[in-house]
């Protein structure tokens, strides 16, 4: 059965992704596969994200790093995932650009551990510190997502934390109420679409330069 790509996540020669070979290559759905290795990946924001700030911005590098069904200490400073993703971010940059903002979803593996829970604001603003420090940019545009779904026991306590986060140049888009698949965790292709588009605005409206005057 074929893949059906929607039109906003279609590729274009200004969107670019840095490959599990830290090689830049022309972006397309799915932009995980040689990331999250171990399950199939489907459409996430990413490229619906890119097509609809590129007209602003320009070219645009995306550096894939997010694993599924990951809890939020297992991207604690000195952890792999972590450390993947500072290196990854720093080969980016080798060759020229600036990292522009760190997109962040995730957290419906913290809503069953209350625990988990309670601890999950510490730890996200404690990562935020840490990349800003490791990057040497400590202004770096953070936007984050409040989770849409997980276990209901402890899921609006990381909704909460998530959006209690009260840091410069951190915002947050919630996906409360969009779509969810029958498995009630991961949403929709539409909704992926539609975060994405949530994302770039965010993006636009808080960071990116002013659109040129014609």
Not at 52 to 63: E, S
Request: aromatic share 6%; net charge neutral.
């Amino acid at each position: 059965m074929g893949r059906v790509v929607p039109p906003e996540c279609s590729p274009d020669s200004s969107i670019l992704r840095l490959n599990a070979q830290l090689h830049w290559e022309s972006a397309r759905e799915p932009l995980h596969a040689d990331i999250d290795t171990k399950k199939a990946c489907g459409v996430g924001p990413g490229m619906s994200f890119a097509n609809a700030v590129r007209k602003r911005v320009g070219v645009v590098g995306l550096v894939p790093c997010a694993v599924g069904g990951t809890a939020i200490k297992e991207w604690a400073r000195g952890q792999p995932l972590y450390e993947n993703m500072v290196n990854r971010a720093k080969e980016s940059v080798k060759s020229g650009g600036e990292i522009k903002a760190l997109l962040w979803y995730q957290g419906e593996s913290d809503t069953s551990s209350y625990n988990d829970a309670k601890s999950y604001k510490d730890n996200m603003e404690s990562l935020i510190q840490n990349v800003r420090q490791d990057l040497g940019s400590p202004s770096l545009p953070i936007i984050q997502v409040a989770i849409a779904s997980g276990d209901s026991k402890y899921m609006e306590r990381v909704r909460e934390a998530q959006k209690e986060i009260d840091f410069p140049n951190v915002v947050c888009v919630d996906a409360k109420g969009l779509p969810l698949k029958e498995d009630h965790l991961h949403l929709t292709t539409e909704a992926q679409v539609r975060l994405g588009q949530m994302l770039a605005d965010a993006y636009l409206a808080n960071f990116a330069p002013p659109p040129a005057s014609s």
